[in-house]
C-alpha cells in the first residue's frame, strides 16, 4: 500500500517537473537557464536561475514561482517570459537586473 502512494507520488512530481521543463523549453528555447528572463505580477523584468524542478531561492508553484523581486522588493509570483517578444530595450533592463545568486 505504501508502496504505490509512493510510485504515485514519484509520478506525479515527474509529470510536474516534465511540465515546466515544457513550459521553459517553450518560452525560452532552453531547458535549463541560469539567466532565465522572467516578469513579476506588477511587470517588472529581471533574471534569475530557472531550473525545473529545482528551486532554491524561490517557492515553486507549477510553473510559476514566489520569489523576491529584485526591482520592486516585494514578493511576487514569476513567470519566464519569452524572449523573441522583448524589445532590445526590456531585454537589455532585464539582464541588467539579477537576483541574488544564493539564498
Do not use: Y
Not at 40 to 52: D, K, M, R, S
Not at 60 to 67: A, E, F, I
Not at 97 to 102: A, C, E, G, P, Q
Amino acid at each position: 500500500m505504501k508502496l504505490n502512494k509512493r510510485r504515485r507520488a514519484i509520478v506525479i512530481a515527474s509529470a510536474l517537473t516534465a511540465a515546466e521543463a515544457l513550459i521553459l523549453r517553450n518560452r525560452r528555447g532552453t531547458l535549463l537557464s541560469a539567466h532565465a528572463i522572467v516578469r513579476c505580477n506588477q511587470g517588472h523584468l529581471f533574471t534569475t536561475i530557472w531550473i525545473p524542478g529545482v528551486s532554491l531561492k524561490a517557492a515553486r508553484l507549477g510553473p510559476w514561482r514566489l520569489q523576491r523581486c529584485p526591482v520592486g522588493q516585494h514578493w511576487t509570483i514569476v513567470t519566464p517570459v519569452k524572449v523573441a517578444e522583448l524589445s532590445t530595450e526590456e531585454r537589455a533592463g532585464a539582464e541588467s537586473v539579477r537576483d541574488t545568486r544564493v539564498p
